[in-house]
């Protein structure tokens, strides 16, 4: 099978690229805003190019194209909308144009901020806007398209510096440098934490399935911490000093996956990994 990944250089492209290429032809298409060219894995083809121009310069020889391209945190949204609408939203429209004109299969990264009010930040409104588009198209030109939406990320190759990096990623960066652990807010906010080894795990179950979800499939272990419970695994680990910060538009109060039908229609079996892997670290 020949599998396009956009975004195939970022946190998740890459370890869904490292899990693909093996039994399958691989090509990412990744414009570097984000995404690392030392991510690069053995065997896959890199294209350096933004998906705005994937009719130019994408073949179109391909089985199903994973469109995890974006701009993925919240925060940067509120100072740069324009940026994350192209990314989120025209990115979308352009990949599923894309695949609509070369009739190829698409699985679609939404995100988990679908179920909480998509006003409240930039970002939330485009991905919703994103999967709006991919129901569109699934609807009105009869399209394979299947809709998934990660719950907090994190694992091997997770960004660490910069306005792109999510708490996990962060915090190891503020453990290797010396500092104390920062919490927004109170701390009392609860996420559903997923490893990238079970987000790999279902996308890749999803595309050999020929199960289909008129919503989305929901990708979370079903297991949610509190950020200060999470600190104290770190403070455990590391011995460390946490300091409090103000909170931030747009940080939701919790997230939890509830619908358990991927767990059940496509054979996955998320496991909560988070302590396991903060004392590895």
Not at 269 to 277: A, N, R, V
Request: glycine fraction near 6%.
């Amino acid at each position: 099978m020949k599998i396009l990944i956009t975004g195939g250089a970022g946190f998740i492209g890459t370890n869904l690229c490292e899990a693909l290429q093996k039994n399958h032809t691989v090509v990412s298409i990744d414009n570097y805003s984000i995404g690392l060219k030392t991510n690069h894995i053995d065997g896959v083809k890199y294209i350096d190019a933004d998906v705005l121009d994937i009719v130019d310069k994408v073949e179109n020889d391909f089985d199903i194209c994973f469109h995890l391209a974006g701009l993925s945190r919240i925060q940067p949204s509120f100072s740069d909308p324009i940026s994350t609408f192209n990314s989120n939203t025209m990115g979308v429209l352009s990949v599923v144009e894309w695949c609509k004109k070369n009739k190829v299969r698409l699985i679609y990264a939404g995100s988990s901020s679908r179920h909480y009010n998509h006003y409240q930040s930039p970002y939330a409104t485009f991905k919703y806007l994103g999967e709006e588009i991919c129901k569109l198209y699934r609807t009105t030109y009869s399209m394979d398209i299947e809709i998934t939406r990660f719950y907090n990320v994190y694992g091997p190759k997770e960004i660490v510096n910069g306005k792109w990096a999510a708490v996990i990623g962060v915090w190891r960066r503020q453990i290797k440098n010396g500092e104390p652990l920062t919490i927004v807010g109170d701390g009392e906010q609860r996420r559903d934490f997923t490893h990238v080894d079970d987000i790999v795990a279902a996308l890749i179950n999803l595309m050999n399935s020929s199960q289909s979800n008129e919503d989305a499939w929901e990708l979370g272990t079903g297991v949610n911490y509190s950020i200060n419970q999470v600190a104290s695994f770190f403070i455990k680990r590391f011995n460390t000093d946490v300091t409090f910060l103000d909170d931030q538009p747009g940080n939701y109060k919790n997230t939890l996956r509830k619908d358990k039908r991927s767990l059940t229609d496509l054979n996955w079996d998320p496991e909560d990994k988070l302590y396991k892997y903060i004392m590895s670290l």
